[in-house]
């Protein structure tokens, strides 16, 4: 975890993205935050991920969202990331914030 402005900070991700190892993510996100109210996440390009890691992702939104922080991604969902996501239909009807989180996109239509 480092500091990247004030009030930022920067976690990185270097293993699986899993049930495995998602107590450890969880851990480390939930610090994060306490230690910030503005957390963005750099995962592994071709990290295994499964919905554990999808479910902990838009909880911690929430809860980021809810304390007036914001959590996101350094880059746009991976293609394994990405794979989950349509396959949980999380893509399907996404609303523009959404897209922006996990694509960097306004609008997918």
Same mark, same amino acid.
Do not use: C, Y
């Given at each position: ?24 993510i ?6 994060? !935050?306490?230690?910030?109210?503005r957390?963005?996440?750099? +995962? @592994? =390009?071709?990290?295994?991920? #499964? %919905?554990? /890691?999808?479910?902990?992702l ?22 394994? !990331? ?8 999380? +893509? @399907? =009807?996404?609303?523009?914030? #959404? %897209?922006? /989180? ?8």
């Amino acid at each position: 975890m480092r500091e990247t402005m004030p009030g930022e900070l920067r976690l990185s991700f270097q293993s699986d993205l899993n049930i495995r190892n998602i107590d450890q993510i969880s851990k480390e996100m939930t610090t994060a !935050l306490d230690a910030s109210s503005r957390l963005t996440l750099e +995962l @592994k =390009e071709d990290a295994v991920v #499964d %919905l554990s /890691f999808v479910q902990l992702l838009i909880a911690a939104r929430r809860q980021a969202n809810r304390a007036g922080g914001a959590l996101s991604l350094a880059r746009p969902a991976g293609a394994n !990331l990405l794979g989950v996501l349509s396959r949980g239909g999380f +893509l @399907k =009807e996404a609303s523009a914030e #959404d %897209l922006e /989180f996990w694509l960097h996109q306004e609008n997918s239509q």
